[in-house]
Nanobody, 131 residues
Framework: QVQLVESGGGSVQSGGSLRLSCAAS????????MGWFRQAPGKEREGVAT???????SYADSVKGRFTISQDNAKNTLYLQMNSLKPEDTAMYYC?????????????????????????WGQGTQVTVSS
């Protein structure tokens, strides 16, 4: 049984930093894509960053240069380092892992998300950025 457990959310002031973690268990896909998504109240869920089994990453334009996704395979943990946080980054952040991923080159996060079915989700962690 796959379990994803996020941690690291909290409240920070604008310009601050947070690091989210996602501990995965029972996830044994050799070809995969994992990602961070967020959803603010009244808004649709959006993909923030992804990383695949080849180490390729993709980011939403709104977070490029500020957020970094990484993984520690030895610890089965996914991370999202968030710097220069803005009030508009306030949202519930979710970790997700693919149950299917076709792989290959992606030119954008939208392209990456089209190649994956994210069948596994964590419970979410709240990030609140105040101005």
């Amino acid at each position: 049984q796959v379990q994803l457990v996020e941690s690291g959310g909290g409240s920070v002031q604008s310009g601050g930093s947070l690091r989210l973690s996602c501990a995965a268990s029972g996830y044994t896909y050799s070809s995969y894509c994992m990602g961070w998504f967020r959803q603010a109240p009244g808004k649709e869920r959006e993909g923030v960053a992804t990383i695949d089994s080849d180490g390729s990453t993709s980011y939403a334009d709104s977070v490029k240069g500020r957020f970094t996704i990484s993984q520690d395979n030895a610890k089965n943990t996914l991370y999202l380092q968030m710097n220069s946080l803005k009030p508009e980054d306030t949202a519930m952040y979710y970790c997700a892992a693919s149950s299917y991923y076709s792989g290959g080159y992606s030119s954008s996060i939208r392209d990456t998300l089209l190649k994956a079915d994210f069948g596994y989700w964590g419970q979410g962690t709240q990030v609140t950025v105040s101005s």
